[in-house]
């Protein structure tokens, strides 16, 4: 950074954000196997990761991040920055309303939003997988005074799932590394390394 921020300030950007997320989740799913409650960060901190790692791939060469908002509010900046940028700056330059995880994991899936190479192979699977893990993240977001029961045996397969896609997007074919901090692709990997590793030695549900 050339001009660091003051010591009363914190600044991030997304390329940090998902390498926090990714690295935090690494150290939950080394806890889960003896401390069950990590589960609950490993599902949060991971769901967290997807998005910013869609969030940095899409928003690469869009100056405003339309790529990742809410339709409407992607029209009124294009129209605007057609425009000259003449007139009220709209107010989603300022607050822009970003669309749902599932979205965004559709949306680095299609060469509209992010061409080939970069894209992901996107299949059914991984969506279903992805919208799974999602629903979990909400429970746990959502105090419940009767509390939560969850099947553990069903939380790896959901983790490695959105392994992969972050594998894609930060280390295979990351297209915003420009915009990253130093190892950061290196960092990235070997956070997922040691998730997935941790996943592959959890028992997993078997086949009905």
């Known amino acids: 950074m050339t001009n660091p921020p003051s010591e009363h300030h914190f600044q991030t950007n997304q390329p940090r954000e998902l390498l926090a997320c990714i690295e935090f989740a690494a150290e939950q799913a080394a806890k889960a196997a003896e401390d069950h409650g990590a589960w609950r960060w490993l599902i949060i901190s991971t769901t967290l990761a997807v998005q910013n790692a869609c969030l ?40 822009p309303r970003i669309v749902s995880p599932l979205e965004l994991l559709r949306r680095v899936g299609d060469p509209f939003f992010l061409r080939p190479p ?63 901090g130093a190892n950061h692709k290196a960092r990235v990997a070997a956070a997922l390394d040691a998730i997935e590793a941790a996943m592959e030695h959890y028992p997993v549900e078997p086949a009905a």
């Open 56 to 95: 940095c791939a899409l928003d690469f060469g869009d100056e405003y991040g339309t790529k990742g908002m809410s339709r409407l509010d992607a029209r009124d900046v294009t129209r605007w920055t057609k425009n000259g940028r003449r007139g009220p700056q709209p107010l989603a330059v300022r607050e």
């Open 118 to 180: 970069f894209q992901l192979p996107l299949q059914r699977q991984m969506t279903e997988s992805f919208d799974d893990l999602v629903d979990l993240r909400n429970t746990f977001l959502h105090f419940s005074e009767d509390g939560w029961t969850t099947d553990l045996r069903e939380i790896p397969p959901l983790i490695l799932n959105a392994c992969g896609v972050i594998r894609h997007l930060a280390v295979t074919q990351p297209i915003y590394l420009r915009h990253a």
